[in-house]
């Protein structure tokens, strides 16, 4: 059975640095994995999507990385901002579904 | 292009009463599917359907609730006599194609069970 993990639960940073959230599979046989941003009350913001053929995904400060066969990626997220703060959201498309497992989410808040 | 529409974005009901949900995805997208969050917890999938079919209701409860999702409007997700525990955040995202798609999100229906 698929179990996504996340790691931290909650991170608290100042303004500016740069942070790496972890997120862990326990079966590689994905199709892909996708990060997510949720806003609190609202719904979820896709950041990217990595196939599982690909190593990273990149969108302006935000970085992706998969290693499929180790079971973790992480996001990494330069020059941190106070509108950053969030909970973000890793999930996997198992092989043979068309579902996505979510992980519980790192919640964090970035302070000026 | 608009996103996927949830409506009400926030629903009260009594214990024992009924819930309808409603969810237009985007448009050009035929797959839909239908997420759970509890309070505290993390999102869980619930059913997947596309045009008038049901694909993959394994994520939900066997009695009370039910999914469609017809040739004509949007996708409903109903909720027969709830209970206290049925209150959560219901999600509905939708995509073009299914498989390596990207899943886009809807901003979500809160019910609250009194």
């Known amino acids: 059975k698929q179990e996504v993990t996340q790691i931290p639960a909650a991170l608290s940073v100042p303004e500016g640095e740069n942070l790496v959230l972890n997120c862990s599979f326990t079966?590689?046989?994905?199709?892909?994995l996708q990060w997510f941003r949720q806003d609190p009350g609202k719904g979820l913001t896709s950041l990217l999507l990595?196939?599982?053929?690909?190593r990273e995904q990149t969108s302006g400060r935000l970085n992706a990385s998969l290693d499929k066969s180790s079971g973790r990626s992480t996001l990494y997220i330069a020059a941190s901002q106070p509108g950053d703060s969030a909970t973000y959201l890793c999930a996997v498309r198992p092989y043979n579904t068309d579902k996505l497992i979510f992980g519980t989410g790192t919640r964090l808040q970035v302070f000026p | 292009n608009a996103g996927v529409m949830q409506n009400p974005r926030h629903l009260v009901r009594r214990r024992g009463q009924e819930a309808r949900l409603r969810c237009s995805p985007m448009k050009g997208h035929s797959h839909v599917y239908w997420y759970r969050q509890l309070p505290e917890e993390g999102l869980k999938f619930m059913v997947y359907l596309q045009k008038e079919n049901i694909i993959d209701e394994s994520g939900m409860p066997k009695e009370r609730f039910s999914a469609e999702f017809p040739k004509e409007g949007p996708s409903i997700l109903r909720i027969q006599q709830v209970v206290r525990g049925d209150s959560a955040a219901y999600f509905c995202?939708?995509?073009?194609?299914?498989?390596?798609?990207?899943?886009?999100f809807g901003p979500g229906t809160r019910l609250t069970v009194l």
């Open positions: 995202a939708s995509s073009p194609l299914s498989s390596t798609d990207t899943q886009y």
């Open positions: 079966d590689s046989a994905i199709y892909n």
């Open positions: 990595i196939q599982s053929s690909q």
